[in-house]
Every structure is written in C-alpha cells, then in structure tokens.
C-alpha cells in the first residue's frame, strides 16, 4: 500500500506495524538544469517516478509511506549558474539527523532514499552504516535514474549514451517533455557531448560546458520521456518489492512476526 505520510493523523501513523512500514524520502535538488529546463527538473522527475509507480499494484504485505519530499541539497557542483541553492555539507547532514533521528523516535525501523541528483550521492551512500548505528535504522539508497543505465538495452531508448548522459541531457529534457511540456523551452536545447573524466571528482557544471549541459537535449522526445519513466517505474517497483522481501530476513525480523504467531 502506497500512503502519504502527510495525508495521516497522529494516531493513524502510531497503528501503523513498525515490522511491515517502509518510510520512503524522496531527495532531489534545486539547480540549474541548462538554458531549456527549469531548477526544479530533479525533484519533478522524482515525483513523476513515485506517481507513475501508480501503475503497479501496491506491495500487500507492506505500508510504503512517501514522506514529504527534500529539494534542497547538495548542489554546489551548479552554484556558477543562477537559480542553484545548495546547502553546506554541515546543514545537509544535520537536516537528515534531525529527520532520521524524529522518525526513529517514533519507532520506526525502515528508510529508503529515493535519490534524483548526483550531488547527494556521496553522503547517502556513505553514512547509512554510521546512521544505522546512531538511530537503529535499516537504510536503502535507491540512487535514481543513473545507476539506472540498463535502460540502453530497452527497445526504443538504444540509441542513449549513458556516458555521455550526465545533466539536462535527452533523459532529463525527454522525461519532461512527456511530463510537463510547458515547461521545457526545446529552441535552448543542445548537444553538448561531455564524458567526465572519473578522476575528476570537484568538477563543477562549468568546467566543460558553458551551457549547464550535458547530453544530447537536442535529441529530446516525449516517446522517450514515456519509454524511459515506463522502465523507471518498472525497476523501482521491483526494487521496492525486493527490499520489502530482504528486510524480513534482516536481523530478528522474521523472527519477530513468528514469534507473535506462536503467541
Ligand atoms: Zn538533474
């Protein structure tokens, strides 16, 4: 069952079983996405993904509850272009502390990061272990779409360079342009075919491309956009269904429900 955390009272969340809820904390960015798209382009295609998720029946054995979502961030890779925010590392952290640590005071026991920008990758899949410690939370980053890049094998989306598909590119303009045409101006799109260079990990927006972009914009579709959350969508309900599975087995869990069934 899909549920927005928002949408339920106080004594709605406390009847919820710890055992069989899953918090899921969407976290994107605010940031310039190239001349053509706007700022907001992460957190849309978040939001876009979780609706789209829509289409597929809700997990029985488990309440998946969408907490409101992050939109600021970690975006100081952007900060040479105007309309990007970002936060200090330091302020970062301490907004996730200080969520993890009211929803573990609740008792809750299962977070899952649904992370649309790159720039916050680094801290969401490196501290969980320190956060399991300190909160006694079970934590799963699902880092989205990049890690994503099986789809190059889907009929229809082939001809994608995951390589070369790093920001503002015809994935994210192509995601867009089937989700709110409106607000994408494609007469500003370009081809600007950047491949980052791994051993250069403080790069920032500017360092190869004038225009923020990175990617062929100029390609963009709205067949794409549908072929692409089609599979996104797809492969994070699958995940999900996989993670609601895995987490029984972790630690006494199992242990727990059977236990309360001898009882
Ligand atoms: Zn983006």
Not at 2 to 27: G, I, K, M, N, W
Not at 48 to 63: R, Y
Not at 136 to 154: C, H, M, R
Not at 223 to 243: D, M, N
Request: hydrophobic fraction near 40%; proline fraction near 8%; charged fraction near 20%.
């Amino acid at each position: 069952m899909y549920v927005e955390y928002r949408s339920l009272s106080a004594p709605q969340l406390a009847a919820l079983d710890r055992r069989t809820t899953f918090l899921l904390l969407p976290v994107s960015s605010t940031e310039q996405h190239g001349p053509h798209l706007p700022v907001g382009t992460d957190a849309i295609i978040g939001r876009t993904i979780l609706e789209d998720l829509a289409a597929f029946e809700a997990p029985e054995n488990a309440t998946l509850l969408c907490l409101p979502p992050l939109t600021y961030d970690r975006s100081a890779e952007h900060m040479s272009f105007p309309g990007t925010v970002t936060l200090r590392p330091a302020t970062f952290l301490s907004v996730l502390e200080d969520l993890l640590s009211s929803v573990a005071a609740h008792g809750f026991r299962y977070v899952i990061f649904l992370n649309t920008h790159g720039g916050n990758t680094g801290m969401l899949t490196g501290l969980p272990q320190v956060w399991k410690r300190q909160f006694g939370l079970k934590i799963f980053d699902l880092e989205a779409p990049q890690p994503w890049s099986d789809y190059n094998t889907v009929p229809g989306l082939t001809h994608i360079q995951p390589e070369l598909e790093i920001h503002a590119g015809e994935k994210e303009t192509s995601i867009l342009l089937s989700r709110c045409p409106e607000l994408v101006e494609m007469d500003k799109a370009r081809n600007v075919p950047v491949r980052l260079p791994p051993w250069y990990t403080c790069w920032s927006s500017d360092d190869f491309s004038p225009l923020g972009i990175w990617g062929n914009a100029a390609d963009a579709k709205p067949e794409t956009g549908a072929l692409l959350r089609e599979y996104y969508a797809k492969t994070l309900h699958e995940t999900l269904l996989e993670i609601i599975n895995c987490a029984a087995d972790i630690g006494n869990e199992t242990a727990d429900l059977e236990l309360e069934g001898l009882q």
